[in-house]
Structure formats: structure tokens, C-alpha cells
């Protein structure tokens, strides 16, 4: 079993729809999660990240983490073009940072 | 302003020819890493440093060397590059347990 599982896409939305990615992890003791978006060629950018259990908002993002159910996912309230990239998630390992593959989104307008 | 700088950002090179990649922040991060990320492969932890001084081999450590004498700086080493080799390489630092930062990649192709 991968550490980190997301759904690697593409996951196509219509603008202004809530995008939703989906990311499941195997490690019980993480503590820290992170929501990384990466546009084609460039470096990964901190996008939310979230240590207790329930929802954290940040404009039109919303991070969701359930800790029973080792599941973390990512909203994403009206949805603009600007937004299609890879999405990362990630979980704080014993030594590093734990990512999954990525979820490559298109938004389209 | 905070950052992760690298140099070089773009580099071809040939079979075999020694080649080094900087790493530096200006954060006074305790945590440095790099990866390098390959299509359908995703983002893959070559080396890292918990501190000046302190190294550890990450999941792909094969053909890299690292070093970390002094905080801010943590350069990459290909002694003898192969063609597998060729990739997009990120630096990254953090404090420990704290969201990590990202250089703006350095995109490396060995003929």
C-alpha cells in the first residue's frame, strides 16, 4: 500500500464549479498535512495545511481532515481557470514530508 | 524576501562530467532536502539535512552526493552524471514539522 493515495486524474471541473481532490495516507501518527499546487514546470507552492480534525478555510480553498478515516481532501469554491495545475498532497513523515503523485486538475471555462 | 534559490536553473552536461547544484535559504531553516521529480513518478526525495553537519540518504540516493557545512547552504553532486539522471531537481528547507518551501527547480539533462 502507497503511504499516500490520490486519484491522479485528470479531474476535469466546468468554472465556477467546487473542484474537489481527495487524498488518503497510511501513516496513523501524522500529525501535519499539506496541500501543495504545482503548475506545469514550476516548483511546488503551499497552498493550505491543516493539523486538527474538521475543516480550515482560506478564501476559496477549504482543507478537510479526518483523522479516523486517514483522509485529507481539498475544496475548491468557484473554480477559476487559473486553478488548473497538479495538486500534491502531503503528510508529515517521521524524518520528511510524505507526498502522493498528485491530482492534475483542468478548469474549464 | 524569503526564499529557496538554486543555480543552476536550466543545465546540459554530458556522460560522466562532474556537475554541482546550489541550494540556498535565507529562512535559517534547520530542515533541506532535494528532490527530483520525473513524469509518472511524482516528487522523490534524493537527500536530505536535518542540520549543519547531519545528512541522510532519501529514496533515491544513487549517484548523488550531498553536503550541509553551513545552515543556509546545501549543494547537490553528480560526481559522474548519467543519462538517467536527467530530470527536474527542487531544493526544499522548513523548520522541522513545519510547512516546507520550495526552489524554483533546476531542470538537468545528461547527453
Known amino acids: 500500500q502507497k503511504e499516500v493515495e490520490q486519484n491522479s486524474g485528470p479531474l476535469s471541473v466546468p468554472e465556477g464549479a467546487i473542484a474537489s481532490l481527495n487524498c488518503t495516507y497510511s501513516d496513523r501518527g501524522s500529525q501535519s498535512f499539506f496541500w501543495y499546487r504545482q503548475y506545469s514546470g514550476k516548483s511546488p507552492e503551499l497552498i493550505m495545511f491543516?493539523?486538527?480534525?474538521g475543516d480550515k478555510e482560506d478564501g476559496r480553498f477549504t482543507a478537510q481532515l479526518n483523522k479516523a478515516s486517514q483522509y485529507v481532501s481539498l475544496l475548491i469554491r468557484d473554480s477559476q481557470p487559473s486553478d488548473s495545475a497538479t495538486y500534491l498532497c502531503?503528510?508529515?513523515?517521521?524524518?520528511?514530508?510524505?507526498f502522493g503523485q498528485g491530482t492534475r486538475l483542468t478548469i474549464n471555462p | 524576501e524569503a526564499q529557496v534559490t538554486q543555480n543552476p536553473r536550466y543545465l546540459i552536461t554530458v556522460t560522466g562530467k562532474k556537475l554541482t547544484v546550489t541550494c540556498s535559504q535565507n529562512m535559517n531553516h534547520e530542515y533541506m532536502s532535494w528532490y527530483r521529480q520525473d513524469p509518472g513518478l511524482g516528487l522523490r526525495q534524493i537527500y536530505y539535512?536535518?542540520?549543519?553537519?547531519?545528512?541522510d540518504k532519501g529514496d533515491v540516493p544513487e549517484g548523488y552526493k550531498v553536503s550541509r557545512k553551513e545552515k543556509r547552504n546545501f549543494p547537490l553532486i553528480l560526481e559522474s552524471p548519467s543519462p538517467n539522471q536527467t530530470s527536474l531537481y527542487f531544493c526544499?528547507?522548513?523548520?522541522?514539522?513545519?510547512?516546507?518551501?520550495f526552489g524554483p527547480g533546476t531542470r538537468l539533462t545528461v547527453l
Open positions: 539535512s536535518m542540520n549543519v553537519e547531519v545528512t
Open positions: 491543516i493539523y486538527s480534525n
Open positions: 502531503a503528510f508529515q513523515g517521521a524524518q520528511k514530508l510524505v
Open positions: 526544499a528547507s522548513r523548520r522541522l514539522k513545519n510547512e516546507q518551501f
